[in-house]
């Protein structure tokens, strides 16, 4: 069974972890990571920013990127997606499965709406990322930790582990 918990997603939290990988979705645009996106981005020594500026990561749908992570995060690799206008999180399980990550954390796509967000997550999880051990859902700013009780009962509904 799939366990999935919260970790803070601020740049103390990232170098706290310790997990396999970390996805980072993006949506399509030019513009500085913000969130948890923008606190990989600063662990990463400006990375993530600078592939954007020379275009060689915007956040195209289906487009992926693979660093690692070394001693600036708690994960060894980080997978950036691309997501375009859509919010797909299937393609990137699927990719993270076949890399052989048992132990996950994910960035929120948006922050504006945590728990929804984090629902989308979780039902992606449930239907396609059984292979998984353990999903961790970063939370930047307490947003899912404030939504717990209603966060858990979406979890347990699709028979997975709920751990805070």
């Known amino acids: 069974m799939t366990r999935v918990s919260l970790a803070s997603g601020d740049v103390r939290g990232l170098l706290e972890l310790e997990v396999d990988a970390l996805a980072v979705l993006l949506p399509e645009r030019r513009v500085q990571p913000q969130g948890v996106a923008g606190a990989v981005d600063w662990r990463l020594g400006g990375r993530i920013a600078r ?26 690799r980080v997978f950036l997606f691309g997501l375009g206008d859509g919010r797909d999180r299937r393609a990137p399980i699927a990719a993270l499965v076949d890399a052989g990550v048992k132990v996950l954390a994910v960035a929120p796509v948006d922050e504006s709406r945590p728990l929804e967000d984090a629902t989308a997550w979780v039902e992606v999880v449930a239907e396609h990322g059984r292979e998984l051990d353990t999903v961790i859902l970063l939370d930047s700013e307490g947003a899912l930790g404030r939504e717990w009780a209603a966060l858990r009962s979406r979890l347990e509904a699709r028979g997975l582990e709920a751990e805070q």
């Open 51 to 76: 592939w954007i500026l020379e275009s060689r990561f915007v956040g195209q749908e289906g487009e992926q990127l693979l660093t690692l992570g070394g001693d600036e995060l708690g994960a060894r």
